[in-house]
């Protein structure tokens, strides 16, 4: 039983379970999509026998094993003037029309608010959601730009939308978590790996795509 993050089900664990499978064709998957604070909340019920989100502090009843640290990027319609830019910067973004994030989501989304704020631009912020997928669905359809997590872009990236790096960076480290009731069982132990293999593929995919911008 896996609980993660969206971004992470739709882009990460397709791959995983697939390799997973070779080893343990036998084994039933269940994969909910939760946010954060849910996922959270179902590893120290014993609901889920890994969590895959945001690393999170110390807390009783969870054993958290870092992944990654992910830097967000910032995303953009295809042909907006922006793209034709390297590397874009905070106050690049002033005046734009900024989709989300909705200012009482998770975790993931602080860092975007608290870099906006630091920045003291002006942006237009007249639609908001909680998911990314969704914000990269937004911004593919030309409703405004966006600063999102990196591991949907590659997808997006092949529907047109442009996928730039932005400063000063927005980071945010994910984790694996479990619950703290003993050893790690042999067959988690085996999705621990192949998960942070293929976060690392999959950022690495990133930082290839923003190199080999057209």
């Not at 200012?103 to 998911?131: C, F, K, M, Y």
Request: with cysteine; net charge negative; proline share 7%.
């Amino acid at each position: 039983r896996i609980a993660a993050l969206a971004a992470i089900a739709m882009s990460i664990l397709p791959a995983v379970i697939q390799r997973f499978r070779i080893l343990y064709p036998d084994i039933k998957i269940t994969v909910e999509s939760l946010g954060q604070r849910a996922i959270e909340e179902h590893v120290f019920l014993g609901q889920a026998d890994l969590g895959i989100g945001v690393d999170i502090p110390p807390r009783e009843g969870i054993r958290s094993t870092a992944i990654a640290r992910a830097e967000y990027v910032c995303i953009l319609p295809a042909g907006h003037q922006l793209a034709a830019r390297d590397r874009l910067t905070m106050a690049d973004l002033a005046g734009e029309e900024f989709i989300g994030p909705m200012h009482e989501a998770d975790a993931l989304w602080n860092g975007i608010d608290n870099a906006i704020e630091t920045a003291g631009i002006p942006v237009s912020r007249r639609l908001e959601t909680q998911h990314s997928q969704i914000l990269y669905a937004f911004v593919e359809a030309g409703l405004g730009v966006a600063i999102a997590e990196p591991f949907s872009a590659p997808l997006f990236h092949r529907l047109g939308v442009a996928v730039r790096p932005i400063a000063p960076p927005v980071h945010l480290d994910f984790a694996l978590l479990e619950p703290d009731i003993g050893p790690t069982p042999e067959i988690v132990n085996c999705l621990h790996a192949e998960v942070i293999r293929e976060t690392k593929a999959c950022l690495d995919h990133v930082k290839a795509l923003i190199a080999r911008k057209p």
